[in-house]
């Protein structure tokens, strides 16, 4: 009873073989670490692709390929940037972050980062030329130009938010890496994500379970991108 | 725009909120408010995939964590890569299985207070019809070589863990080096590994908890056995456990990986992983309680206080 409401998206089609709460303390783990990420990588990214598409600056084709490089950036890689960076020894290793939540966040932002800031550029600069000048003549100042193509662009934006979304959530490499994989022995995630619980059960040759795992981050991604959509269309009729 | 800014003030707090416990939390060490003086805090325990995956820690650390009132995170990681995060001090204690590797640990000065935990054994697991013709074989090393002569499939782990440094040293005793297309080396664990030698109809080497464990799911058969059951004591597979050396990583929580290797070679905590079962088998076998201790599961092995004039 307690395991199969644990997982009310999926059909029992398996026995899980787990404890009360353990796939819904992974969705959480999966969910915390992912939207944090993301919701600091959208913050970083508005700013700096509002800049690279409203000014001109010297060097600005190389940011962004800097950025494009970016986006095919192997989340192992990553990982391991992030593990220096927070192990004992390394720069961050005062704070204790290796094995939590928090070096989880971190590698997922850089990796969510560059997408979210390519698209978002890519939707501002798509932003009609007349729309800013618009703007620009009814006597907007900068910061009221910059709302209306944030406006304009905002389904891109949310383009943009859900591709980094995707990425964060579905990346197994550097979380591993990073978070340890981590349950409590009463069965209660700690840094154990949908994914390294996936590849957990894949390396004991438990492709059953694995795969009603990779349903329910599958369900998940869906219903994320489903809420996004409609928040956008909210907003359009607004 | 208000909500991304509550989510951004949310996140950051959480973040701050989250890196100040996280400083508190290692400085809170005096000042623990429980019955023991560790109470409240986490022990980092990096360990082998074989430990893990068969469910013994889940099933043990619920009476240490209620104990001492601390939490045990378990970081699954295959030997080498579990004395490296121990060598950076990304870990409080290691619970392994390959004595050499155990030993370079504490020669350099990572490890302190070694015990000798439990055993088990390694099988040389393969196909029902065995093409190399090894079923039965009395020693591990001839049925490696027949192995390579035939060049039947083998599958290696090559993940630089307990297992794969077995292997290898296996190998080396058989005096074969193994190349070629017949031996594949996949670079994961080792109910990973089962199951690609399961699906190529090839040899490999397993532990046996973790060949227990997942037995009903493949095709594989012991081929070799292992000391337990009568086989070469080559084949034996020993757990050691030892501390961080919190001289050399002060941030390393010495305190309470005493307090964790004293519980777990504790008559009560041998007990506990003795009867753990699998498929109504047994998996590991304690050998910390002893009237009669092994004054070598202290220190590398062949050390004594004459051989190192320091």
Same mark, same amino acid.
């Given at each position: 009873?307690? /395991? ?51 000014? +001109? ?28 960076? /927070? ?45 800013? +000048? ?98 956008? +269309? ?5 | ?11 950051? =707090? =959480? ?21 023991? =003086? ?12 074989? %430990? ?26 295959? %030997?080498? @890569? ?19 590797? $155990? ?25 029902? #019809? ?5 079923? =039965? ?12 002569? @035939? ?21 080396? @005793?058989?005096?074969? $080096? ?6 594949? $080396? ?6 990973? @590994? ?26 594989? %058969? ?27 990583? #002060? ?15 504790? *008559? ?31 220190? *590398?092995?062949?050390?004594?206080? #004459?051989?190192?004039?320091?």
């Amino acid at each position: 009873m307690p /395991v199969e409401s644990a997982v009310p998206l999926v059909p029992a089609v398996v026995d899980l073989p787990f404890r009360e709460g353990y796939v819904r303390s992974i969705i959480f783990v999966s969910l915390y670490v992912s939207v944090t990420a993301v919701a600091l990588s959208t913050l970083f990214s508005l700013p700096v692709a509002m800049i690279m598409g409203f000014a +001109d600056f010297r060097g600005k084709q190389f940011v962004k390929s800097i950025i494009n490089t970016g986006m095919g950036f192997p989340s192992v890689v990553v990982g391991l940037l992030v593990l220096f960076t /927070v192990s004992n020894q390394g720069p961050m290793g005062a704070l204790e972050l290796i094995f939590t939540r928090e070096a989880m966040i971190m590698s997922q932002f850089v990796l969510a980062t560059p997408p979210i800031t390519a698209i978002t550029l890519a939707a501002i600069t798509g932003v009609n030329e007349n729309v800013r +000048d618009a703007a620009h003549v009814l006597g907007g100042t900068r910061l009221d130009v910059a709302l209306v193509v944030i406006k304009e662009a905002r389904y891109g934006i949310a383009t943009a938010i859900l591709a980094g979304f995707g990425r964060a959530i579905s990346e197994v490499g550097s979380v591993l890496i990073v978070g340890g994989n981590i349950v409590s022995s009463g069965g209660i995630s700690k840094t154990r994500t949908l994914t390294t619980a996936i590849q957990l059960e894949a390396r004991q040759g438990q492709y059953d379970t694995a795969m009603v795992l990779g349903t329910v981050l599958v369900a998940l991604v869906l219903t994320v991108n489903a809420i996004v959509v409609r928040l956008g +269309d909210e907003g359009a009729m607004r | 725009m208000p909500i991304q800014r509550r989510q951004f003030i949310a996140a950051v =707090g =959480g973040g701050a909120l989250a890196s100040i416990a996280g400083c508190s939390g290692s400085d809170g060490s005096s000042s623990g408010g429980g019955s023991a =003086g560790v109470a409240g805090e986490t022990l980092t325990l990096t360990t082998t995939t074989s %430990t893990y995956d068969t469910g013994l820690l889940d099933e043990i650390h619920g009476d240490f964590e209620e104990m001492y009132g601390v939490t045990v995170d378990a970081v699954a990681q295959g %030997t080498g @890569a579990a004395l490296e995060s121990a060598r950076n001090g990304d870990s409080d204690v290691v619970m392994v299985h390959a004595r050499g590797l $155990e030993d370079e640990f504490m020669r350099n000065g990572y490890g302190i207070n070694r015990r000798d935990l439990m055993f088990n054994d390694f099988v040389i697991v393969g196909p029902e #019809d065995d093409p190399a013709g090894i079923q =039965g074989m009395s020693s591990a090393t001839d049925a490696l070589t027949t192995i390579a002569e @035939a060049e039947a499939a083998f599958v290696s782990r090559g993940d630089n863990s307990g297992t794969h440094t077995k292997e290898l040293n296996l190998w080396d @005793a058989a005096g074969t $080096e193994p190349s070629g297309d017949w031996y594949q $080396e996949t670079g994961t664990g080792m109910g990973e @590994a089962l199951n690609i030698a399961n699906q190529q109809g090839a040899y490999t080497l397993s532990d046996r908890g973790t060949y227990i464990s997942q037995r009903s799911e493949i095709d594989l %058969t012991i081929l070799v056995q292992g000391p337990i059951e009568g086989g070469p004591e080559i084949l034996a597979n020993p757990y050691g456990i030892m501390a961080v050396n919190p001289g050399v990583h #002060d941030n390393a929580n010495y305190d309470l990986a005493m307090a964790y290797i004293g519980w777990i070679t504790s *008559p009560g905590a041998q007990d506990a992983i003795s009867s753990y079962q699998m498929n109504g088998e047994q998996l590991f076998f304690p050998e910390a309680v002893s009237e009669d201790p092994n004054f070598q599961q202290y220190v *590398p092995e062949g050390w004594s206080s #004459d051989s190192s004039s320091e």
